[in-house]
Each structure stands twice: as C-alpha cells, then as structure tokens.
C-alpha cells in the first residue's frame, strides 16, 4: 500500500516539471482560458459540444481531456473520456466520422445563458464562413450553444451559413431557445431523449430573468426544462431505450449509445422520407438491443409488461441471468 502511494505521489511530483509534455501545455492552455480556434477547413466536418460541468468530477474530465476552443479530435488522447465519442463513430461509420475532420468545442460550460451566449460567439466566429458538409453534435446544454447559432447568423444577415446536419443528445428544452431550432440554419435536426433522464429537465428556466425576456409577453414559463420541441418536418424527436430501459443523463453518452448513433440517424432519415415522424408529431421510440443486435423502432404498446425501470434494471437482469443459468 505504501509503495503504491510512494508511486503516486513521485508521479505527481514530476509531471510539472515536464514543461515541454504535450499533458502540460495543454494543461497549462487551459487553465489560462487561451482560446484555440481550430482552424476547421472547408468540406466534411463535425464538431462536438460538450454540456455544463459544474461539478468537480465534470471540471476535471473536461480539463484533461481538451483545451478550451476548437480541437481536432486526432490530436487528443485517445484514452481520454471524452475523445472516445470521437473514436466510437469513427469505428462505427468511417465516411462520415472520420477522426481527422472531427472536432471538439470545448467552453466554460457554466450554468447560466451568458455563458453560453459567449460560448456560441466564440464558436460561430470560427466556422461562419465554412464551406462544406457540417455537423454539429451536441450533449445537454451543449446543445443550446449550438442552438445560438441560429440567432447570431440572423444578426450577422449571413444566409451562406448552414449546419446540415445537429444531432442533439439529450437537449434541456427552454422557452428562452427552443424557437431556434426552427431556424433555416439548420436542415436536419435529430435529438435523442430518455424518460428517465431528470438532468435534462432539471435546469429550473422559470427562476431566470432571460426566460421571461426572449419570451413574448404573458407567456407561461414552465419551471423546469422540457424534453422535447415543437414538431416540424425537419425536426426527427426520439426518445432512446437501452435494452427495454431508459438510461440516464450520461450514459446517453456512453460507447453503447454512441456507436449506434449513424445507424439510428439513419433509420429515422429513412423513416421520415416515408412520414412516419409526421403522424406522430415528430417523437418516436427505439430500443437498443444487447449482443450487438440491430436497434429497431418499437410502440407504446409493445413495451407493455416488458418495460424494465432504471432503478430496478439491473436487479432484473441478474435474476434473468440467473434463470436462464444451466442447472
């Protein structure tokens, strides 16, 4: 045991003092606030938002894993937690993920609109004038950072700027931003949501002044986020089921997830061409099976008995595994 510490401690001691590490000047970036824009050449490119980390475990996984700004996904440590999203599409659909033209942004993440404000500013500054195939994806209010886009397109009157394609993972809905969606900006948005997910939800709009100022007058403000926007044509809504149970907040953003998401996009692209998503106000349902098998569309009533709740999944699975054990 006191070998170990021994270890740890002579570890900790001489990683400052490797000033020339890549560790240490990424580190050091950081810590500065020294914005790194890209740069993102024209053609295919996706570029991922990281959410709010306002907690000490968030602070300390985004610190580690990129600087602040834009950075190419192939320069970061592929073991670093979040640079595996980046490695997972990249296995799962190599033509359109590939890791040379697959970004992070990473901001301040704190839990207030201008935080965000800022964040969409600085990102839409790097990209505005990019020409070529973009995708944005996006994790919880990360989501509304690239929603911003729409708005500073507007003011800059810059018609040219598209995003073909965001996919938002688990989207805080608010009144505040929730009208950008249907910016013409962007011609294809999908966005993935659990039930079971109380941090989507749990961002309390009503107690901000912002709610009430980008919002026309008398309108309700709902305490809580939502989890889901007004339907329109070009807006596929799913809520994600993970072996007949509904994960939570990160584990939306685990490989289990993330390896499926060209599959799901497109199913649901295939599924809209043939107005599935319209005659159901844009919301459906898919379920991910274990053992690799493919995911497929299901309804209400065939979750019917067959539901597992998230408190009580993996209690049930272990009685199942143990029925289903040889004698």
Partial sequence: MYARLLTVCIITLLIPSCKQSNYY????????????????????????????????????????????????????????????????????????????????????????????????????????????????????????????????????????????????????????????????????????????DFLQIGDPQGLYWESYAYSPANTKVPFLSARTFDPAPNIMQTRVLLDRHSPGHLGIMLSRFIKHIPCLVQMIHDRALHGGYETCRNLYTINIPPCGLPPEFIHDRDLKGKYIPRSSYYKTKRALQKCEAPA
């Fill in 25 to 196: 000047n990424k580190r050091k970036l950081y810590q500065r606030k020294v914005f790194l824009a890209g740069p993102v050449p024209d053609g295919r490119a996706t570029i991922f938002i990281h959410g709010t980390k306002e907690s000490i475990i968030s602070k300390l996984v985004h610190k580690l894993d990129y600087p602040y700004g834009v950075v190419q996904a192939s320069t970061i440590n592929s073991s670093s937690v979040l640079s595996r999203i980046a490695h997972t599409l990249a296995v799962a659909c190599p033509e359109e993920f590939a890791l040379d033209t697959f970004y992070f942004y990473g901001w301040h993440g704190r839990l207030n609109f201008p935080s965000r404000v800022h964040a969409a500013e600085r990102l839409y500054n790097v990209i505005k004038n990019h020409k070529g195939h973009l995708t944005i994806m996006a994790h919880s209010h990360g989501c509304s950072v690239a929603l911003y886009l729409a708005s500073l397109a507007e003011q800059d009157q810059n018609s040219s700027f598209k995003v073909d394609r965001l996919i938002m993972l688990a989207p805080p809905v608010q009144i505040a931003t929730k009208h950008l969606i249907h910016a013409p900006i962007f011609k294809e948005v999908y966005t993935f949501y659990s039930t079971s």
